[in-house]
């Protein structure tokens, strides 16, 4: 064998994959800066399920989608949306094909780790107030710490009405911050392990320190609540039918000097929802089947609740759209596909000892498929088919995305859950794919703008295809 003929053998049998910027297109680059453009935006806005509830609502409107109702007229090409009380959201796009023969559905969970307020938060200590919280979703609790936050969420009222609370967006609103020891007296906190350093009720946030003009009890207390009274309307007791979050008060910004990266506050799992939104908001008038775009609540607790992707509410809706066409909803599932669209660990070489290199997904290599997830012995995961990986991997080919596999560290390290096994668990051909993050569950995350883009690209491209590989 010459040279030549060995190299040849060589790239015929060996995989190699290069980095997503060697093989993109220009045109596709381009597309990219506007696309994560339009992404950062989003991510700016929505900074809890219910806000990205809503701002997905006007873009869908703006593209032609209707509130569902029962009853109302539907022929392919019907664009309709179900707004679960506002936490979640279900778009479809009704295809040419009937829903006897599946739909292609997206998955992804607009919730995001955060410190939700506790029903009594309201505390006085040595003349400063503080709201008490209790942690959503798994953090690190040192790392909410000494960083900006804002107060986001909703106080519902015993006459029904509903204050919507944003404090902390605007440029010049106020802030507020959970505070840490001095490293003069931290001798002792650092020691202890980081997961004991700050503990859940440690999480406190400081909210005021100026004392009511009066001389009775807890005056800073009273002065905050008679800010809060005048702006909303509110009293203390009020806070019991609230769902109030302080999230990170960062803004979304470009990351790295060539901007390739992008940092922000909940990119787990937004960054996913709005690719395949965008998506599903793309696809052409009438699609070969159905298409579905589920945007979950609930999935960093595990999923469980009404607007949690174990709800009942999913299949109610799918539901109906099949009994409009006299279907069996279990033979719409049992032809369907789902891309649980949810974002997956990026090797980190600061921290490589936790990762098996080769089987991890990197920064700029496209859109990660994860086969499974789970912990350790795979324990807790769907496992999607050697069928269905090599699916996805020809759509992803045929269509032009740059795509990678990923796990998600050393096999005894950890690991982690999607909905996948919930939509699998309905008889529905389920398979992991989304954006590989950096620090992910951090007030402040890091995606690449290619791989954003590159999930986009993968969920229009599923959608599209109509899972021509379903069962017959
Ligand atoms: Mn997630
Ligand atoms: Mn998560």
Same mark, same amino acid.
């Given at each position: 064998?010459? !040279?030549?003929?060995?190299?040849?053998?060589?790239?015929?049998?060996?995989?190699?994959? !290069?980095?997503?910027?060697? /093989?993109?297109?220009?045109?596709?680059?381009?597309?990219?800066?506007?696309?994560?453009?339009?992404?950062?935006?989003?991510?700016?806005? +929505?900074?809890?399920?219910?806000?990205?509830?809503?701002?997905?609502?006007?873009?869908?409107?703006?593209?032609?989608?209707?509130?569902?109702?029962?009853?109302?007229?539907?022929?392919?090409?019907?664009?309709?949306?179900?707004?679960?009380?506002?936490?979640?959201?279900?778009?479809?796009?009704?295809?040419?094909?009937?829903?006897?023969?599946?739909?292609?559905?997206?998955?992804?969970?607009?919730?995001?780790?955060?410190?939700?307020?506790?029903?009594?938060?309201?505390?006085?200590?040595?003349?400063?107030?503080?709201?008490?919280?209790?942690?959503?979703?798994?953090?690190?609790?040192?790392?909410?710490?000494?960083?900006?936050?804002?107060?986001?969420?909703?106080?519902?009222?015993?006459?029904?009405?509903?204050?919507?609370?944003?404090?902390?967006?605007?440029?010049?609103?106020?802030?507020?911050?959970?505070?840490?020891?001095?490293?003069?007296?931290?001798?002792?906190?650092?020691?202890?392990?980081?997961?004991?350093?700050?503990?859940?009720?440690?999480?406190?946030?400081?909210?005021?320190?100026?004392?009511?003009?009066?001389?009775?009890?807890?005056?800073?207390?009273?002065?905050?609540?008679?800010?809060?009274?005048?702006?909303?309307?509110?009293?203390?007791?009020?806070?019991?039918?609230?769902?109030?979050? +302080?999230?990170?008060?960062?803004?979304?910004?470009?990351? &790295?000097?060539?901007?390739?990266?992008?940092?922000?506050?909940?990119?787990?799992?937004?960054?996913?929802?709005? +690719?395949?939104?965008?998506?599903?908001?793309?696809?052409?008038?009438?699609? !070969?089947?159905?298409?579905?775009?589920?945007?979950?609540?609930?999935?960093?607790?595990?999923?469980?609740?009404?607007?949690?992707?174990?709800?009942?509410?999913?299949?109610?809706?799918?539901?109906?759209?099949?009994?409009?066409?006299?279907?069996?909803?279990?033979?719409?599932?049992?032809?369907?596909?789902?891309?649980?669209?949810?974002?997956?660990?990026?090797?980190?070489?600061?921290?490589?000892?936790?990762?098996?290199?080769?089987?991890?997904?990197?920064?700029?290599?496209?859109?990660?498929?994860?086969?499974?997830?789970?912990?350790?012995?795979?324990?807790?995961?769907?496992?999607?088919?050697?069928?269905?990986?090599?699916?996805? /991997?020809?759509?992803?080919?045929?269509?032009?995305?740059?795509?990678?596999?990923?796990?998600?560290?050393?096999?005894?390290?950890?690991? &982690?859950?999607?909905? +996948?096994?919930?939509?699998?668990?309905?008889?529905?051909?389920?398979?992991?794919?989304?954006?590989?993050?950096?620090?992910?569950?951090?007030?402040?995350?890091?995606?690449?703008?290619?791989?954003?883009?590159?999930?986009?690209?993968?969920?229009?491209?599923?959608? !599209?295809?109509?899972?021509?590989?379903?069962?017959?």
């Amino acid at each position: 064998m010459n !040279k030549e003929e060995e190299t040849k053998v060589r790239e015929a049998l060996l995989s190699k994959t !290069k980095n997503g910027y060697d /093989r993109m297109s220009r045109e596709d680059h381009l597309a990219m800066e506007k696309y994560c453009k339009e992404y950062m935006k989003f991510l700016n806005e +929505a900074r809890m399920e219910r806000e990205a509830v809503r701002y997905a609502i006007q873009m869908a409107e703006e593209k032609g989608f209707l509130p569902y109702r029962q009853g109302m007229p539907l022929q392919p090409g019907s664009r309709v949306y179900f707004n679960n009380r506002g936490k979640s959201l279900i778009l479809a796009v009704l295809g040419k094909q009937p829903l006897s023969e599946g739909a292609v559905i997206a998955g992804a969970h607009v919730d995001s780790p955060r410190l939700d307020l506790k029903q009594k938060p309201l505390r006085e200590s040595d003349e400063l107030a503080y709201f008490k919280t209790h942690y959503y979703g798994g953090i690190k609790k040192y790392q909410w710490t000494a960083i900006p936050l804002e107060l986001h969420g909703v106080v519902a009222l015993k006459d029904g009405t509903v204050e919507n609370v944003v404090i902390g967006r605007e440029k010049d609103d106020p802030r507020f911050v959970v505070t840490d020891l001095l490293p003069h007296l931290a001798q002792k906190q650092m020691t202890q392990s980081l997961a004991e350093g700050v503990n859940g009720e440690a999480l406190q946030i400081l909210i005021g320190s100026t004392p009511y003009a009066d001389n009775g009890e807890d005056r800073v207390k009273l002065a905050v609540m008679s800010i809060l009274h005048e702006r909303y309307g509110i009293t203390e007791e009020d806070f019991q039918s609230a769902e109030l979050a +302080a999230v990170p008060a960062f803004d979304v910004t470009e990351i &790295g000097l060539d901007r390739s990266m992008i940092g922000g506050y909940g990119h787990d799992d937004r960054v996913c929802a709005y +690719a395949e939104l965008k998506a599903i908001l793309d696809v052409e008038k009438i699609p !070969k089947k159905t298409c579905v775009c589920i945007l979950a609540d609930k999935e960093e607790t595990g999923s469980d609740g009404v607007t949690g992707m174990q709800s009942q509410a999913f299949d109610d809706f799918m539901e109906d759209l099949c009994a409009e066409q006299t279907t069996e909803l279990r033979r719409c599932f049992e032809k369907s596909f789902c891309l649980s669209a949810d974002v997956t660990a990026a090797y980190d070489p600061n921290y490589a000892d936790v990762y098996d290199k080769s089987n991890e997904a990197r920064i700029n290599y496209g859109i990660g498929i994860c086969k499974f997830t789970g912990a350790r012995g795979k324990s807790g995961t769907s496992d999607a088919s050697a069928e269905l990986v090599a699916y996805v /991997r020809r759509v992803f080919d045929d269509g032009k995305v740059l795509w990678q596999l990923s796990e998600m560290g050393k096999v005894d390290q950890g690991g &982690g859950g999607t909905i +996948a096994k919930y939509m699998a668990n309905r008889n529905i051909d389920t398979i992991d794919a989304g954006v590989p993050v950096l620090s992910m569950h951090a007030p402040f995350e890091v995606v690449s703008k290619l791989d954003c883009y590159m999930t986009y690209k993968g969920c229009l491209a599923v959608y !599209k295809d109509g899972y021509t590989a379903g069962r017959k």
